[in-house]
């Protein structure tokens, strides 16, 4: 659509003959996006968790959160949309909403992300030329507190990781990213948590970051991180996201970054959920 100054929606300004949205607006949708994210971690029993996030600019693509389940179980997810700034937040923000009510409508990740997939596919075969931007990786998983064990789906998201004492395991994608594909293959794992156990989820914008000579900062360093740091769950944030500002990443940085850690205490007492 061709907007004259006549047709120009409010905080949107036309420069040079291109479009340009005002600076306000941005910071106006980037407080509204802020309030879909959680304010705070869930209070510490059976386990703590703890997330931290920075983004490409004003508005970002990345989108987590943690969902107390009416059965009692706990799911959480991290996901990441295609692309990056204001058409990736709005995508963004729809999977988030989407994803909550998926959540607390069904009881398995198989469902929430084969739904997700689903809504996605609804809006991307309306156009040809968007229809790329209504895809995403998504890692969603259920762990019930009674046994310490999670279901989940990866789909097409960066390997989850699991440090046990001195050892790393790694939580593969079982699935395609979603948004793809009608004929969409799901597979749900299963893995069972000990105490003492870390799980981090993180976004690829950590793992790609690039420093100023094109060096990224890998998988290495973030394994040698998860597998050095003995401290809290919020502090271990903290020194990861220290460490890429001490590797070199710009700020803000080139795409969003997004780590999310859960520690596990122990099974919670009292019997199944």
């Known amino acids: 659509m061709r907007y004259d100054e006549s047709t120009l929606p409010g905080g949107i300004v036309a420069e040079g003959g291109t479009v340009a949205v005002d600076e306000a607006e941005l910071e106006l949708a980037r407080q509204v996006q802020m309030l879909l994210f959680p304010k705070g971690s869930p209070a510490c029993g059976w386990c703590c968790i703890g997330v931290k996030n920075r983004i490409d600019g004003m508005l970002g693509g990345d989108y987590y959160d943690f969902i107390q389940m009416p059965d009692g179980r706990q799911a959480l997810f991290v996901g990441d949309v295609t692309g990056h700034g204001l058409h990736a937040s709005v995508v963004m923000s729809l999977i988030y909403g989407f994803i909550h009510h998926a959540a607390l409508k069904h009881c398995n990740p198989y469902t929430v992300v084969r739904e997700v997939n689903s809504f996605l596919l609804h809006f991307s075969h309306r156009s040809r030329t ?54 969409m293959e799901i597979e749900v794992k299963n893995f069972q948590f000990q105490r003492g156990d870390r799980l981090l989820l993180y976004t690829d914008g950590v793992i790609e970051a690039a420093n100023p000579v094109g060096e990224l900062f890998g998988m290495a360093r973030l394994k040698q991180e998860l597998l050095t740091d003995d401290s809290d769950h919020l502090l271990f944030l903290e020194t990861l996201f220290d460490s890429l500002k001490r590797f070199g990443i710009p700020e803000p940085p080139e795409d969003d970054c997004t780590a999310l850690v859960v520690d596990f205490h122990g099974p919670l007492p009292g019997g199944s959920v």
């Not at 046990?164 to 395991?169: A, D, H, K, P, V």
């Open 130 to 183: 968007v229809d790329q931007y209504f895809s995403s990786t998504l890692f969603f998983g259920i762990i019930n507190p009674a046994s310490l064990q999670m279901s989940y789906v990866n789909a097409g998201h960066p390997p989850a990781l699991v440090r046990r004492g001195e050892e790393l395991m790694e939580l593969a994608s079982t699935s395609p990213p979603v948004g793809f594909f009608d004929l």
